[in-house]
C-alpha cells in the first residue's frame, strides 16, 4: 500500500484553487504526490498548466527547480497570487514569469 505524506496548504493554496474552480477551470491537487511534483494541474481552454503554489515570497526548493528543468510537458509556474494564476492560463494579461 503506497501512503502519502499529506503536505501542508496555506490559504493563498486555498483561494487560488477556489478561484480556478469558479472561473471553470479543473484542478487537480498534486500537492501530496511528492517527487517535487507541482502543486496543482489545472485545466482550462483546452490546455494544461502546472503550478507550484507559493506564498509571496516563498522560496522554490532545489528539487523543484530540478523537476522544473527535467518537465518534457506543457507550462509550468511559480505561482504567488489569483491573479497571477488567472493571467497564466490567459484570463488576465501579464503572465509571471517561469521560475
Known amino acids: 500500500m503506497v501512503y502519502y505524506r499529506r503536505h501542508r496548504r496555506d490559504a493563498t493554496h486555498k483561494s487560488i484553487v477556489e478561484a480556478l474552480r469558479k472561473l471553470g477551470a479543473?484542478?487537480?491537487?498534486?500537492?501530496?504526490?511528492g517527487g517535487n511534483c507541482p502543486d496543482i494541474a489545472?485545466?482550462?481552454?483546452g490546455k494544461t498548466y502546472?503550478?507550484?503554489?507559493?506564498?509571496?515570497?516563498?522560496?522554490?526548493t532545489e528539487g523543484q527547480l530540478d523537476f522544473?528543468?527535467?518537465?518534457?510537458?506543457?507550462?509550468l509556474r511559480v505561482i504567488e497570487s489569483v491573479d497571477a494564476a488567472l493571467?497564466?492560463?490567459?484570463?488576465?494579461?501579464?503572465?509571471?514569469?517561469?521560475?
Not at 522544473?68 to 507550462?75: L, N, T, V, Y
Not at 493571467?87 to 521560475?99: E, K, L, Q, T, V
Open 50 to 60: 502546472l503550478m507550484e503554489l507559493k506564498p509571496p515570497g516563498g522560496k522554490v
Open 68 to 75: 522544473q528543468a527535467k518537465w518534457r510537458g506543457g507550462p
Open 87 to 99: 493571467r497564466f492560463i490567459g484570463c488576465m494579461r501579464d503572465a509571471p514569469p517561469p521560475y
Open 26 to 33: 479543473s484542478v487537480v491537487v498534486l500537492a501530496d504526490v
Open 42 to 45: 489545472v485545466g482550462y481552454g
